[in-house]
């Protein structure tokens, strides 16, 4: 998995990580733009982790963090930076760094990740590939370093785990996410409550969007397809924007039958950003290259242009082929 | 956590449970009506345990068995009615054997269990309240037994730890809970593909009783409650009845700033099944008991008579009550 290369990045054991962190002091520990719950529980677990065992640190995060998370993200120290160290955490590449890129970008002098995308442009890497969330990563260094974890670090956790698994519904949970799951089960986190904040809650303008999506989406190809058009109506309507947006694509993926999900969210006039969700043997990331997009097998995007009537001609078409060619005489006719 | 009783139902240890298993032979193993991921995955776990060490046993369900369990609930022996041992799995009363109540209600020799309600009816009762799962149980009882667990098995024993928890969700979960599943994960479960059957899998015409009921959907109490109506026309409509309205209650306590969701099902002309889900400091119980009915502090139910707009009069004036109770000032005028 340690690839050696020269590219000026050093990728570090978990050893050499832990002695990294012990040697060091003054730390920014930076997450990436756009937090959600794995950036920041890595953070801050790795924060109070830092501070257990005397060391100053603080969490730099380039956008507000929401305040659903306030039960682990506190204030941290205040550090100067002049001498920092600088760790990024959960942060694949220096553009997710969002607006502290210009000041931060080319001088993270340790990355903790799990992304196998990770473009290593810090000084050092510790990259666990096989991890399920960078919060796994930031235990198993807490826990070979032996520092004391307590309530809130748990909390922080395993609210990383849980947002990056589904909370361990997704194909990237191993034994040992369940393993550390169990440890962390054995403080006072209050797991419930934080699923509960993580998943189960959907504020009143995003239900009605959901109401005017569903009313709008349309079947094809004998139901194995189904089409969520998110309109700029809609959008201005109930007020519902940007990352809230997200949970749409996921339910054109739960429908019984539905082999191929489209969302098409209106970003400008003539403009759709395609979100493509699929299973096998459809391949999400083969159709969106065709439209000039990519991304994974079972979830990709692009961007499309034109109306709305424009854009679902186009990206219908290019599902049907991709039907025609995997399905032997699926029903594409309309 | 064991009782001694003068009621007839021996209480078995895991050691006793064990012994009872290997000395037996020729059993049929009972899940509950309606059933679940549990009682079915508990039920065919133990089946296949019990095949591993040589014994002959059949599985017999009270109602059909859904066809996405078909992952695990394969054909089973013959087994002969006279000289069987009977085994009831996930069991907490005869009642819920449903149609085998009559014939099996009351020669259950063995019952296994985690609900802390069980009536005792069996025999002999292995009954873990702390188990998040029935599954949870047969998985120790087979580890217990040092029986071999294949694929199969541990799919069966994933599935109802999965079912009882919301996939790791609820506060019954514990670390054994995670350890347990770190444990089945060394198997070729295929864990994603089972949370996509059992929880990120909708019918087309679930979907669109959902759209309805959204449609009809009411808030009250300062957004504090939401209010579901699922009446006879749409369960008509759209062809939806019975389990598959279930998740429709779960809707209602994911709404932000929720406190209370009640859900109205239509049941006959003038009668509607409540179903209310709540958060502290509000208690579902205490208010479905003035409804006539009962349940848990954050689900509950009752049955109420008369028409939509008298019975949801009925009900918000319950809930309005308890609200004046526990939320100082809060604006429960309409």
Not at 44 to 49: H, K, N, S, V
Not at 74 to 103: C, F, M, P, Q
């Amino acid at each position: 998995m340690k690839k050696k290369k020269n590219d000026g990045c050093r990728d570090l054991s978990l050893r050499q990580t832990a002695g990294f962190l012990k040697k060091h002091d003054n730390y920014i520990i930076l997450s990436h733009a756009s937090p959600d719950g794995d950036t920041l529980g890595s953070a801050y677990a790795l924060y109070y982790g830092l501070n257990e065992i005397g060391k100053s640190a603080c969490v730099i995060c380039p956008d507000v963090i929401p305040e659903k998370y306030s039960y682990f993200a506190r204030k941290t120290d205040h550090v100067s930076r002049e001498n920092a160290t600088v760790i990024a955490v959960d942060v694949a590449d220096k553009k997710l760094l969002g607006a502290l890129e210009e000041d931060f970008g080319d001088i993270v002098d340790l990355n903790i990740d799990h992304h196998v995308s990770n473009v290593r442009f810090a000084k050092n890497l510790y990259l666990d590939s096989d991890a399920a969330a960078t919060a796994e990563c930031i235990y198993e260094l807490l826990s070979f370093m032996k520092v004391n974890i307590n309530d809130i670090t748990a909390k922080a956790l395993y609210t990383g785990i849980v947002t990056d698994t589904g909370c361990f519904k997704y194909s990237n949970v191993t034994a040992k996410t369940h393993i550390i799951a169990a440890q962390l089960h054995e403080f006072d986190i209050n797991a419930p409550e934080i699923n509960r904040i993580m998943f189960d809650t959907k504020s009143r303008k995003l239900l009605e969007l959901e109401r005017m999506v569903l009313d709008a989406s349309e079947f094809h190809f004998d139901g194995k397809c189904i089409l969520l058009p998110v309109t700029a109506e809609m959008q201005e309507k109930t007020g519902c924007s940007g990352t809230e947006l997200e949970g749409i694509a996921v339910i054109s993926r739960s429908i019984e039958g539905v082999a191929a999900g489209i969302t098409l969210k209106q970003t400008d006039t003539e403009e759709f950003k395609v979100s493509l969700r699929t299973y096998p043997p459809l391949d999400a990331s083969a159709i969106c290259k065709k439209l000039g997009g990519g991304g994974h097998k079972g979830a990709a995007g692009a961007t499309a242009h034109g109306t709305l009537g424009e854009v679902k001609q186009t990206v219908l078409k290019a599902v049907k082929e991709a039907m025609e060619e995997v399905y032997a005489g699926v029903n594409t006719a309309e």
